[in-house]
């Protein structure tokens, strides 16, 4: 695409159809009043879908400074300890499923259609529906903090604490308002796989793809084949809840641990559906930043593509202490383990890049370098955890507390700040403050 194209107008020696420009402008001019619910636009969408999950990433945060002031002293009387499980089971909630995968959904809602070279994602109204569920569905769940109808089980919501032992409707909320977050994401990964396979500019095959394009892709398959299973166990769940149907009640025939599975086949590959499309990024910026072409632009799409295969080999990788098989645990630490293999490839990609180039030190490049110190850390960590013995002294210990943050905040939230430095000005024209960046 030329950059006249781009801009929307022709060259004068193409002829363009009478009033073309002029209907497009008309299709794609932001609608007012009531028309702002009917948006259907990648960019709109795109934006709201940013600002929204960011306002989820705020109120999270919040959550975990009130937590933190909690327990900076012995004996604090700040919160009482039931609304102290619901703080923890909300910040981890919101965090994970309003924050960490809808905002990687719409930053490619976002930019994936101008990488591309298309004028929108093929299904626009299935990208608002995923919007709407999420946003709606979203606000319903956290607004239950407020009533004190929160769910108090943790973010991971192991029967039978939260099935037996649980006798409010905090953990029906939790049940319900991820169903629906869970079906929005999704909603949006059909519309991302569908936009990367068929609506690519002519010319750009699948070895020309933006390394982004690549990492959606990678990232919304995951999502297709992960997702069903926490929808599935949330089902279950929520019929053992409301109807007394035993399918985690062990003395009833269930099997707690079922629900482990159900949540791990999903709750693990996610922290994979998160990194992935976030080294996407870090992908495409680093090159820029260092002004210089990529270093091993096959070599980081296999990367991706066997980060997603060996996310999904590691679900157990958080029950080590379940009681599982030999074979089993062995099997499950031999993925985790292999599975640091191509995440190595791409960070030594990454290094051998800026060794070549010369980087140019913005707020953009200090969240990548930050990116780099803080997930390695973490990714070090999560190897220590592969190993059987010393998984088995630190698991359920501030260790593995520390691990996930390690992982999430270095893994996708610095790379999420870098790319909204990197790419704000494309959306308004302007650069962010450097000074603030760096503070």
Known sequence: MTPQEHSGTLPSSLPRPAGELDALERAWKPAPGWGFFARVNNSQIGQLYIVTALMFFVAAGVLALIMRT?????????????????????????????????????????????????????????????????????????????FGVSPDGGWFMYPPLTSQYSAGPGADWYLLGIGFIEISAIAGAIELIIGVVFTRAPGMTLGKMPIFAWAMLIAALMVIFAFPA???????????????????????????????????????????????????????????????????????????????????????????????????????????????????????????????????????????????????????????????????????????????HYVLIGGMVFPLFA????????VNGRVLSERLSRW
Request: hydrophobic share 60%; aromatic share 18%.
């Open 70 to 146: 909690q327990l900076a002293v012995p004996d604090n009387t700040l919160v009482a300890p039931q609304l102290y499980n619901q703080l923890f089971t909300m910040h981890g909630t919101v965090m994970m499923f309003l924050f960490a995968i809808p905002v990687v959904e719409a930053v490619a809602v976002y930019f994936l259609p101008n990488m591309l070279g298309a004028r929108d994602l093929p299904f626009p109204r299935l990208g608002a529906y995923a919007y709407w569920a999420y946003a709606i569905g979203g606000t319903a769940f956290f607004l239950t903090i407020f």
């Open 230 to 404: 926490v929808i599935a166990g949330s089902t279950l769940l929520e019929l053992e809840r409301a109807l007394g149907w035993p399918f985690f009640i062990v003395e009833r025939g269930g099997d707690p641990i079922l629900w482990q599975h159900l949540f791990w086949f999903f709750g693990h590959p996610e922290v994979y559906i998160i990194f992935v499309p976030a080294a996407g990024l870090v992908t495409m910026m680093v090159s820029t930043l260092a002004q210089t072409p990529l270093v091993g632009y096959r070599a980081i799409v296999l990367a991706l593509a066997a980060t997603g295969f060996f996310g999904f080999a590691v679900w157990a990788h958080h029950m080590f202490t379940a009681g599982l098989g030999t074979f089993e645990l062995m099997l499950v630490s031999a993925a985790s383990f292999a599975v640091a293999v191509p995440v190595v490839i791409q960070i030594f990609s990454w290094l051998a890049t800026l060794w070549q180039g010369r980087l140019r030190i913005n707020g953009a490049s200090l969240f990548m370098l930050g990116f780099f110190f803080i997930f390695v850390l973490g990714g070090l960590t999560g190897v220590m955890v592969a190993v059987l013995p010393f998984d088995w002294q630190v698991h359920d210990t501030y260790f593995i507390v520390a691990h996930l």
């Open 419 to 426: 790319a909204l430095y990197h790419w704000t000005p494309i």
